[in-house]
């Protein structure tokens, strides 16, 4: 028998963030042989000092003394709390552990209880279909495209090479030729996978293959299409019910670029140029003008000042981020959000809403993004007016980790988490994501062994048969989770035609067009199609199981139910559906007692 019962997910009403005025009842059990004198709530806000509520037995059974505490909170913010009991003379502590159930010990780890401002309201119509990455250079090439100075044109089927400068320094100057006319002329293929939203890489004009180095925001990048292509692209796809979304790389800018001119490429005096140039103050110099700050010590990347004219340049009235919202953008996926400081992260959230209120605003955050800690500062991501949704990096790690290893509890833990510390709104926002142009290509991490492959030997790495075989299976495993859990799938480029790669640039492959997997593509199409089940948008999520390999879950919205189950035991599993059901991935209805064999899964509608 437990001595103390106390998760979040199960007693604590209501469950997760909330916002601000709620009234949140918290329910500790306690042993009754374990003879407390007085049990109390300690909470405290953040640079505040705890105090202790003392909680009100509730009723005695015959193993548990039932406490409760209720709290209004009238303030937005971060609350930490944790329980205490008096014992004689003694105090024992109640903390929380990766599961989020309490435990004895000394108070090391508090539980996060967020009260925001607001939900989100971002136009729920995005989350009935799954978000396309796209690598703009690398989807799909229509026409003739020109390379600019400095940029090289390379043959659709050449593989991907490490690139150097003449002193060293790691360039990205082969293109492919992908562009925005490639993606007009894919729109009828994004719509069979049920793509409800294109996240574009970078359009912005810039001297890389990846433009993520800005050169200028005002320009639509010339290999990459004009404006008018741009605006092409945003009206075709929302006639087909589709919203453009696309990356705002707004912490850095390059410095090969109209602001900062190292290499004197443009016309305008840049920052590097002269300390008379109109955006010197835009950059930090600690010895001019060689030294200065830039994104994790990058030379090509130097950051901006946000207590400059950039900030208004960026987020002010008819400043760069009006020009693109003003065309019918859906939204931006904002860029390394956590080095912008809470400030300018409001006023670009501000600015995207201004045109769209309902606009899709999503950060690239790599950890739990509801109360992360960045250069000293707790970044206010989900308290309200900010973003939607983040790259559910957590995720992601907790299913691959998953279905590799047979690591259920990490699973378990990240459900919880998320379902406890973000927001209702942003868990239904949510990008899920198995890969990204940043890391492995996920086929790759389940097929391969990776750990195994030496970085200088990547490039050119190709599975084996078997190794592929293994890959598409396990990925199967991997995207019936993606598509089920709370938030969107998001699918890289090439994922559903079986496009390999280990990490940047490997991951950047050009789309296999004429060598897709024909079974995956199938497979993409079937899972897309299930995610027009009402359950998927927003319907609440609960583990039945978990345990040894197994991971069994439901989406319940209403009287619509879904049940998924995955095996990853290494034996047959068998469990019983209470209710008929039709097996989705087959078309059988089944019930009773249902055998689930080893690495596979099943979906019940």
């Known amino acids: 028998m437990e001595k103390y019962i106390y998760n979040p997910i199960n007693n604590k009403s209501p469950g997760g963030a909330s916002v601000v005025g709620t009234t949140i009842t918290y329910s500790l059990k306690v042993s009754k042989f374990e003879h407390i004198g007085q049990a109390y709530f300690v909470m405290h806000q953040d640079g505040v000092g705890n105090t202790r509520y003392p909680m009100n037995v509730e009723y005695v ?55 925001i401002a607001s939900e989100s309201d971002v136009d729920p119509t995005f989350r009935k279909g799954i978000i396309y990455h796209i690598f703009v250079d690398r989807f799909y090439k229509s026409g003739d495209v020109k390379p600019r100075a400095g940029l ?88 087909m019910g589709i919203r453009v979304i696309v990356d705002g790389v707004f912490n850095h800018t390059g410095s090969d670029s109209i602001y900062f001119n190292k290499y004197g490429r443009y016309k305008t005096v840049g920052a590097y140029q002269s300390p008379n140039s109109k955006y010197y103050n835009w950059y930090e110099f600690y010895n001019y003008p060689q030294d200065y700050s830039c994104w994790w010590g990058v030379l090509d990347l130097p950051q901006t000042r946000e207590d400059s004219g950039f900030y208004d340049y960026i987020s002010g009235k008819n400043g760069i981020i009006d020009k693109y919202m003003s065309m019918g953008l859906g939204g931006f996926r904002l860029d390394v959000v956590d080095e912008l400081t ?38 206010n991501y989900f308290l309200g007016g900010n973003l939607d949704s983040v790259t559910n990096y957590p995720m992601k790690n907790a299913i691959l980790d998953y279905v590799k290893y047979g690591n259920v509890d990490a699973f378990v833990s990240t459900i919880r988490l998320i379902q406890d510390q973000y927001p209702k709104g942003v868990q239904k926002n949510l990008m899920n994501i198995l890969d990204t142009h940043d890391t492995k290509r996920a086929i790759t991490f389940l097929g391969a062994d990776v750990n195994n492959i030496e970085y200088s030997e990547s490039g050119n790495y190709t599975m084996g048969e078997e190794e592929y075989s293994r890959g598409v299976q396990l990925l199967k495993l991997a995207t019936i989770m993606q598509y089920t859990v709370m938030g969107v799938p998001t699918v890289f480029y090439g994922d559903e035609a079986g496009l390999q790669g280990m990490k940047d640039p490997y991951c950047r492959k050009p789309f296999p067009w004429g060598h897709e997997d024909q079974d995956l593509m199938e497979w993409y199409v079937k899972l897309g199609a299930l995610r027009n089940n009402q359950v998927f948008d927003g319907g609440d999520l609960k583990i039945i199981y978990a345990s040894g390999g197994v991971i069994i879950y439901e989406r ?50």
């Open 61 to 115: 059974d015959e193993r548990y003394i039932h406490y409760s505490y209720s709290h209004t909170y009238n303030e937005v913010g971060f609350y930490w709390y944790h329980f205490e009991m008096d014992r004689g003379e003694d105090t024992i502590f109640l903390h929380r552990t990766d599961t989020l159930d309490a435990r004895e010990g000394e108070v090391n780890n508090d539980y996060l209880q967020l009260i």
């Open 152 to 239: 090289n044109l390379v043959d659709w089927d050449s593989p991907i090479v490490l690139e150097y400068n003449s002193i060293g320094e790691r360039v990205n100057n082969n293109c492919y030729g992908g562009n925005i006319r490639g993606i007009i002329d894919k729109l009828k293929y994004l719509k069979g996978l049920n793509v409800g939203t294109i996240y574009l890489s970078p359009v912005f004009e810039a001297n890389s293959n990846h433009k993520y180095n800005v050169a200028d925001y005002s320009k639509i990048d010339s290999m990459l299409g004009t404006t008018e292509d741009f605006q092409e692209l945003i009206t075709k796809a929302k006639r």
């Open 342 to 379: 809470n400030d300018f992260l409001h006023s670009i959230c501000t600015a995207i809403k201004r045109t769209y209120p309902h606009a899709l605003v999503v950060g690239e955050v790599w950890e739990d993004a509801s109360c992360k800690i960045s250069y000293d500062e707790r970044k």
């Open 556 to 605: 319940v919205k209403g009287d619509d139910k879904v049940i998924i189950a995955i095996n990853r035991s290494g034996e047959d599993f068998t469990f019983t559906l209470e209710r008929a059901c039709l097996d989705y991935l087959t078309g059988d209805r089944v019930s009773g007692k249902i055998s689930l064999a080893p690495d596979t899964a099943k979906v019940f509608i």
